[in-house]
């Protein structure tokens, strides 16, 4: 960063912390991930500088003799992994993908039913907080109180008593597999689109351990980080009859000129997600969120849902005297970064709830695997047990340190 510690030294150190700060601390934030050089490079392109209103082929400007080249392989290699009729790798990020298939398939007020936040929901599938449940009639599905997993009895009910014109399948903070089966069934029996939202679990899908929505879902939205492991940004997978409304949603719809530097980005992340190392890669985010899960419930850790199938679990921590935020923090001082989360049947506000949320996908690039994870629990079990120990965290911290020297953050992945 030699020009920007030139023009502005502020920055640049600032940059460079938070370069040391993901170096040297323990990341289980769900949504993070590490990506590759190539990546990078990509993102931090001279693709930046170019505007391309339209799609390739039908720009509203020209000189778009490379940049129809790199959209057309980014499609080419999503349609490849995932088994795709149509992609548009336009979106900004999730948020934008989600608004879009909203504006191509339902008008303002008509019924939306998707799963309850603090259930493990989204933002932008109903919440009343949120666009979505704001310009939309939104339903809410959540957790069964006797088994704290989803009740598709209880949730084809709603479909039938409400009659949705989509139905979102999809979480943030949701530690079990879908049944995307079920979910079709359902839709088709009260005649909605099945919008399935992955952006969490799109890398696992990619890896061969998690299963796909491709065969069952009318239309797909993901973000292209997280356990896909790629820049921050979007794409949606639709069948073939939608693909002209998607797009015609996307652009002009939802938003202007794609950003040119994150479609290559992507371009490059789907070609690594194609390589047989990433199903490796996928295959022990598995491990090591199920080694994470049995540790911290040997340790005395609610599991919301009592354990998990995917790359996170969601914990309420009411069993041991510490606040969601309470244990975030303290994590934080010792070098383990997480994020506070609501759990269901909540009597907290969402900004001082009693949970935490936390992933294995950054760990996992990173190199550790099952016996880190009982390491990590074994810190957990420690902060939670003493949060206000100033000695004991700056001990931890330590250790976490000397941890992650010993696993350094690798620069290629394939």
């Known amino acids: 960063m030699s020009f920007l510690s030139q023009f502005d030294p502020q920055i640049a150190e600032l940059i460079k912390n938070e370069e ?3 170096n040297n601390k323990i990341r289980l934030i769900a949504s993070e991930n590490y990506v590759s050089e190539a990546v990078m490079e990509a993102t931090g392109s001279i693709l930046t500088n170019k505007y391309s209103e339209g799609y390739s082929g039908k720009r509203y400007y020209e000189g778009q003799q490379m940049i129809d080249q790199i959209e057309t392989i980014a499609i080419e290699r999503a349609k490849k992994l995932f088994g795709a009729d149509h992609v548009n790798v336009q979106p900004y990020s999730g948020s934008p993908a ?28 109903g919440s009343k907080v949120s666009i979505s449940g704001k310009y939309f009639n939104a339903v809410s599905y959540g957790l069964d109180e006797s088994t704290g997993l989803l009740n598709y009895d209880t949730i084809r009910s709603l479909a039938l008593e409400h009659n949705p014109k989509i139905i979102v399948a999809g979480h943030s903070a949701y530690s079990r597999q879908l049944d995307f089966k079920k979910f079709r069934e359902i839709a088709d029996e009260c005649g909605a689109i099945l919008f399935v939202d992955m952006a969490h679990f799109a890398g696992l899908v990619a890896g061969g351990v998690h299963p796909s929505p491709v065969p069952y879902a009318d239309v797909i939205t993901t973000t292209t980080h997280k356990t896909l492991r790629g820049p ?3 794409m949606i997978l639709c069948k073939a009859e939608h693909a002209a409304a998607i797009d015609k949603a996307v652009f002009p719809g939802c938003q202007g000129g794609p950003h040119n530097h994150t479609t290559a980005a992507i371009a490059v992340a789907l070609k690594e997600a194609l390589d047989p190392a990433f199903k490796e890669y996928a ?5 090591n969120a199920a080694a994470l899960a049995d540790e911290l419930a040997a340790n005395g850790f609610n599991l919301v849902t009592g354990g998990t199938e995917n790359h996170l679990m969601l914990i309420d921590l009411r069993n041991k005297g510490v606040t969601g935020k309470q244990m975030a923090k303290a994590m934080d001082k010792a070098g383990i970064v997480c994020n506070y989360n609501s759990v269901p049947n909540d009597d907290r506000k969402p900004f001082d709830p009693s949970g935490i949320r936390i992933g294995t996908a950054s760990v996992t690039t990173r190199g550790f695997q099952e016996e880190e994870m009982k390491k990590i629990a074994g810190w957990m079990t420690k902060i939670a047990m003493d949060h206000d120990n100033e000695e004991l965290l700056l001990t931890i911290e330590k250790e976490v340190r000397a941890l992650c020297d010993s696993l350094p953050v690798p620069k290629v992945f394939v």
């Open 232 to 234: 921050r940004g979007g």
């Open 283 to 287: 295959s022990q985010i598995i491990k």
């Open 98 to 125: 989600n608004l879009a298939v909203y504006l191509a398939f339902i008008n303002p007020g008509e019924t939306i039913l998707g799963m309850a936040l603090p259930h493990g929901g989204h933002l932008t599938h």
């Open 20 to 22: 040391d700060r993901q």
